[in-house]
């Protein structure tokens, strides 16, 4: 029997319902997750139809709702909004919500949160290597849970699995660049032998015609 899902929606975005039709933006998500725990305030730009629609609808929301956000309903424009508008009065709510989530939580615990959140929407992922830190993710990580705020707040076992995989990722990363750099090396060095036993080649070729 045919499966009732089509991955084909055609021109209109994504919505939550699509959710298990999404696929291949899950870092993207991930990452979007996480500045918008951590931030006020994001903004997600780009090309018109690049999927910035279906990326929220689809992956963002969702992984809000998981995480026990209260997700209000998405409102679209086309133009500047005028201050005396309807539409402010959705907006102030989340306006005032945000000032009293970043009084209640310090610059410390923002950051704790964000690096928590990352590092167990990667444990329930599966611990993916694509959901990894990054090199300057993971230097931003490092440098936090070297600080003495990080000793004071603590830190998950989960959070420590995700760094060392990423250190060990990077490390791979690097042996395998310089690997790469060693072998083009020695092309080069076999290479510049080679000419150079081509140019001695075509100088004895050229005494020798000349003592003839």
Sequence with gaps: MASKLEPYIGPRPFTSEDQEIFFG??????ELLS????HSVSLVFGKPGTGKSSLINALLIPGLERE??????VAYCNSMIPIETELNASIKPI???NKQWL??????????LRLETRADRWVRNGRLTDQLFNQLELLEAERWMKSPEAEEVGYSEPLFALMS??????????QLTANEQARNIRRLRVLAVLLALVSLAALIATGLLLMR
């Design 25 to 30: 933006r899950e870092r993207e998500a991930s």
């Design 95 to 97: 306006q005032d919500s």
């Design 103 to 112: 009084l209640a939580h310090s610059g410390t615990r923002q950051m704790s």
């Design 35 to 38: 500045l918008v725990i951590a």
């Design 68 to 73: 026990k956000v209260r997700v209000l309903p």
């Design 165 to 174: 995989a990423s250190r060990a990722a990077a490390a791979e990363t690097a």
